[in-house]
């Protein structure tokens, strides 16, 4: 069982969302961490259809958790547990910058990777890393994970920019694209053309089994 540490005490954790679609990923540990109660939590702060979506994305697939004022049971589709190393993709009607509740990380949060696309998040890292760094480093530290590709949704401009990395035939990396500083309060698509593993404070692979909704493979432990 992978452990996610914290601190006792509840901070502020703000949450900037733009007009669109915003890839986001939680640096602190959230309050309402059930994206259903998130939604409804989040409801409260805006005007208009405000949040209509919380998606993330697993096994190949997203999982949506929908939301309409205008309906009278509002909240819709999938609930799920949202946590720091993980990604979200958060549809919203116009700009807010929304204050919720968590609390703080005490120490880096596990981002567990499967085979192919996943979305994640680097919540509780001191260090700053770009998208090259942050492939360079995890393949580095976790036996049989090969990330080529961090690919960064610019809501802005409705598109994505990335940096892809090849190893060539000298065991040095060809490069194409564009490097970039990787956000604590962003979410990334990362594409991993190994095994699955998990990157952790240990910097170990671990192997794990998706789980159902409302349950996750991290231990929350208070400090």
Known sequence: ML????IEGLVNARLNLERGINFVSFDKLPERIDSCELIEEISNYTTGMGVTQIARFRSGRFEVTSYRKDKGTPVSGECFAIMPGEGYVIRSDKRYEINLKGYELDGRAPVQLSTGWNLIGINGEEREYTAQSLIEEINSRVVGVRLDNVSDWRT???????????????GTYDIYGFDYVISPSKGYFVRNRGDRGVWSSEGIAVSYTHLRAHETVLDLVCR
Not at 3 to 6: A, K, P, S
């Open 3 to 6: 452990e996610l540490n914290y």
């Open 156 to 170: 802005e401009r409705s598109s994505y920019q990335g940096l892809q990395m090849e190893l060539g035939e000298e």
